[in-house]
């Protein structure tokens, strides 16, 4: 087993983990569960010869199925293969709940896969969608046929964060700046982003961030007002007890042996090549990627990278 150097650097703006760190490790608590929720998805058909297991993506935290339509929209036109991009509970349009653990989250996955009857089924997910992935494979592997996985820019290695960091780009920064954004005075969503682009400027000096953090407002279809489309407090409260840690059960190690691509941005610190050895012990088939240039958001830094590097994987 390598030792993993300890680093206290954070490369990447918006991530779904801070990683100031010196102690690593699985934890091996099991997550207590809440009843599976329907998740919101989009489905892209297969085409009449497509016969490759689905391909179901799981988006990071904050993000939702569509910053994943793209590639799905590709995936589905090269190899003829039906894909789904699902919401996260609590995320985008699915529904809102008190309760969000990795081993709930992936218990909803499950779910969506019985219900649309997808039989074997390929699974990508990127940050917290791929610790939901890891966690659906070790906890429900015999209940559906996981056929291979894909996880984004993320280990089920443990970080250690600190959420008094006053780094700009600590997660807790941003709960507590969208928290701080008020729109009462906005008619429309484009209003509303305007003035919450103001505020977040003051904290946030990355544009293209603060776009995709507002794209989480929504305009209530029935009293039309401005709200945010994600369950904020949830996901808050959840980051801080269930989501910055992934608690894989001792005995279900080895997690999962089939074939798992891991695909890290070459400028991303979230798959050391030190932990390698680590990460094979807890997912024997493990292979990995990496695309330079790219950090933490690979798929939509290098997007046509990205799927160079997986499509191999996902037509073998």
């Not at 994943?68 to 609590?90: F, L, Y």
């Not at 909803?108 to 089924?121: A, E, F, H, T």
Request: with cysteine.
């Amino acid at each position: 087993m390598l030792i993993s150097k300890v680093r206290c650097i954070l490369l990447q703006k918006l991530p779904d983990f801070s990683r100031c760190s010196a102690n690593r490790g699985l934890a091996v608590t099991a997550n207590r569960l809440s009843n599976p929720v329907s998740l919101a998805y989009d489905d892209f058909k297969a085409s009449e010869n497509g016969s490759r297991s689905p391909l179901v993506v799981c988006h990071g935290m904050l993000g939702s199925r569509q910053n994943w339509t793209s590639i799905a929209k590709q995936v589905n036109k090269q190899t003829g293969r039906r894909v789904i991009t699902v919401d996260a509970r609590n995320h985008g349009d699915s529904p809102h709940t008190e309760h969000m653990s990795y081993a709930s989250m992936a218990l909803d996955v499950v779910k969506l896969v019985k219900d649309l009857s997808l039989g074997p089924v390929s699974l990508m997910g990127h940050s917290m969608g791929g610790r939901t992935i890891m966690m659906l494979a070790a906890l429900y592997s015999q209940e559906i046929n996981v056929d291979k996985m894909i996880v984004v820019d993320i280990s089920p290695l443990n970080q250690d964060f600190d959420v008094t960091s006053s780094n700009e780009w600590n997660m807790e920064h941003y709960f507590y700046c969208l928290k701080g954004v008020y729109f009462d005075e906005a008619k429309t969503l484009f209003q509303a982003r305007k003035m919450g682009d103001q505020q977040l400027a003051k904290r946030i000096s990355d544009p293209m961030l603060r776009a995709w953090l507002l794209m989480n407002l929504r305009q209530n279809p029935e009293t039309q007002k401005i709200e945010w489309r994600i369950n904020l407090d949830g996901i808050h409260k959840a980051f801080k007890t269930e989501i910055a840690r992934i608690k894989i059960p001792e005995d279900k190690i080895p997690a999962y042996s089939g074939p798992c691509l891991f695909v890290g941005g070459a400028d991303s610190d979230y798959i050391p090549v030190s932990d390698h050895e680590e990460i094979k012990e807890i997912f024997p088939g493990a292979t990995f990627k990496y695309v330079e240039g790219a950090g933490h958001w690979v798929h939509s830094q290098k997007p046509h990278q990205f799927l160079e590097t997986i499509m191999p994987f996902i037509k073998s």
